[in-house]
């Protein structure tokens, strides 16, 4: 809980940010903008004065997404922003993953972190002994790692990945077998479109694993929606899918096929975030929460960058290592098949 005394409402608010509450759309409840806007301003103001910079992943909430964030968009669109950006203060609105990934690309700014126990089930599911042992049984077998894990991992790999450009950051190694870490749904979906061998480890998302292909199916005939799918998904649903993707390449979906109804298989913010920007399409169920993500609150934000905290701090070797493997990431870009 924040140790702020919470900003005061004031008449004035619902005019000044009609922006905000346009972009929301419904996505908030009415009632709650008495709460968030006094943050929403007292937030934007102290970034103001701290010369900071706010970023948000798509998963974020949308009174964060839509009310103080600068940067959004999915892990990659996240790190690449992180390797130009010119703040001095850099908050990440997401998990600690991904304040790490920023801190290691932007090594000179402040990143911080409104909530440390943001983590990722992905990222702890693996420690970097893990790596090292993978790589004694494979040898000569290079290590591509999701983005979702910790910088020491990111240190004992050879390339970093996204969702985003996984299968053809897996092809740029030009091995015959490649270690592919943690994610075991997104290997497979990978393993499924590519002759090189991948060596699975058994990573899941606790939010996408629990989706069902008997849920896909009740959105397609109870709602005659189409469905798109995150792939860290299980296998059973990326099959019943119209698309996969990762969110930025949902977006895109949307914008080129302008279906009459959606299911969004993922977290429960990315259909909220996108819905104003696709008034004509209706969004229906399923989609489950991340608990990590929605550790960051406004109230934290505010505290983050009222004391600074909590800074991101990686030991020189390890950022420098992890640098490398992210930055053959980069090299290779944004590659959805969209
Ligand atoms: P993206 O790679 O699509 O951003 O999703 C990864 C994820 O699950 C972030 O938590
Ligand atoms: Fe990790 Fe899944 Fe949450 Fe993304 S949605 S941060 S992969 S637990």
Redesign the pocket.
């Given at each position: 809980m924040s140790t702020a005394i919470r900003p005061a409402w004031s008449a004035d608010l619902e005019e000044r940010y009609t922006d905000i509450l346009e972009r929301a759309g419904d996505a908030v409840p009415c009632l709650e903008w008495a709460f968030h806007l006094p943050w929403i301003d007292a937030i934007r103001q102290l970034k103001r004065e701290r010369g900071a910079v706010i970023m948000a992943h798509s998963?974020q909430s949308p009174e964060i997404f839509h009310g103080v964030a600068d940067i959004t968009g999915d892990s990659l669109a996240l790190a690449q922003a992180a390797a130009t950006v010119d703040h001095d203060v850099v908050v990440m609105c997401g998990?600690h993953f991904m304040a790490e990934t920023t801190k290691i690309l932007s090594p000179q700014r402040t990143v911080l972190i409104p909530d440390l126990d943001a983590g990722?089930?992905?990222?702890s599911s693996i420690t970097p002994e893990d790596v090292r042992v993978l790589r004694a049984r494979h040898p000569g077998a290079p290590v591509v790692t999701y983005v979702?894990t910790s910088a020491a991992v990111k240190a004992e790999s050879d390339a970093c990945c996204t969702s985003a450009n996984a299968l053809q950051v897996v092809e740029s190694m030009g091995a015959d077998k490649v270690i592919f870490l943690p994610d075991q749904f997104l290997g497979r979906h990978v393993a499924s479109m590519t002759q090189v061998e991948l060596v699975l480890w058994q990573g899941r998302?606790?939010?996408?694993e629990q989706f069902t292909a008997q849920q896909v199916r009740h959105a397609r005939e109870r709602f005659d929606a189409q469905v798109i799918a995150h792939p860290?998904c299980p296998p059973e649903v990326l099959d019943e899918a119209d698309f996969v993707g990762s969110t930025t390449a949902m977006g895109a979906w949307l914008e080129r096929e302008r279906p009459a109804r959606v299911a969004l298989i993922t977290?429960c913010s990315m259909g909220d975030n996108l819905r104003s920007r696709f008034p004509d399409i209706e969004f229906v169920k399923p989609c489950n929460l991340?608990p990590?993500?929605k550790r960051i609150t406004l109230p934290k934000i505010f505290d983050c960058l009222r004391d600074l905290q909590h800074p991101v701090e990686i030991d020189r070797d390890t950022s420098h290592r992890a640098r490398t493997a992210l930055e053959r990431m980069l090299a290779v870009g944004r590659r959805d098949r969209v």
């Open positions: 998963y998990v990722c089930s992905l990222a979702n998302c606790e939010v996408h860290e977290e991340c990590h993500m």
